[in-house]
């Protein structure tokens, strides 16, 4: 099942299935039409970047989703976004769908978070699992 068509490209991390914007509109479309409320939502402090979803089995949602798929889609978020020549670690937010907003108004991509969290990360090309090319 690829993606070509669709607005976000699709990577499997350790069994989870993870989500990349491919741009401000479709970041949009992902984080508020695609993603459901217990899904975790990623983007990179500051520059501009992609909307990143790592999906929460919707049969059992987990607390908490493994560490290492949270570090390799934050990589990913750090990638796909305008920190991916950085040479130092990059601060991405980590946080539920349900607590990411949009103000009335804003342009396509931009967004408000409730709380969130950090994570720092370097940007890291993702490894051969890409279902968009």
Same mark, same amino acid.
């Given at each position: 099942?690829?993606?070509?068509?669709?607005?976000?490209?699709?990577?499997?991390?350790?069994?989870?299935?993870?989500?990349?914007?491919?741009?401000?509109?479709?970041?949009?479309?992902?984080?508020?039409?695609?993603?459901?409320?217990?899904?975790?939502?990623?983007?990179?402090?500051?520059?501009?970047?992609?909307?990143?979803?790592?999906?929460?089995?919707?049969?059992?949602?987990?607390?908490?989703?493994?560490?290492? @798929?949270?570090?390799?889609?934050?990589?990913? +978020?750090?990638?796909?976004?305008?920190? %991916?020549? $950085?040479?130092? #670690? /990059?601060?991405?937010?980590?946080?539920?769908?349900?607590? @990411?907003?949009?103000?009335?108004?804003?342009? +396509?991509?931009?967004?408000?978070?409730? %709380?969130? $969290?950090?994570? #720092? /990360?370097?940007?890291?090309?993702?490894?051969?699992?890409?279902?968009?090319?």
């Amino acid at each position: 099942m690829g993606s070509k068509g669709r607005g976000y490209r699709s990577y499997e991390i350790e069994g989870f299935e993870v989500l990349v914007g491919k741009g401000d509109a479709e970041n949009d479309r992902l984080t508020f039409g695609v993603a459901a409320p217990h899904d975790l939502w990623l983007h990179v402090a500051g520059p501009a970047g992609s909307h990143v979803v790592i999906r929460n089995p919707e049969e059992q949602p987990l607390e908490e989703i493994p560490r290492p @798929v949270v570090e390799q889609a934050a990589q990913l +978020a750090a990638w796909h976004s305008k920190a %991916r020549g $950085s040479r130092g #670690k /990059v601060e991405v937010h980590l946080c539920r769908v349900a607590d @990411v907003r949009k103000r009335k108004g804003a342009p +396509a991509g931009e967004v408000l978070l409730k %709380r969130w $969290s950090p994570i #720092k /990360v370097y940007a890291r090309e993702p490894v051969g699992n890409d279902e968009a090319e």
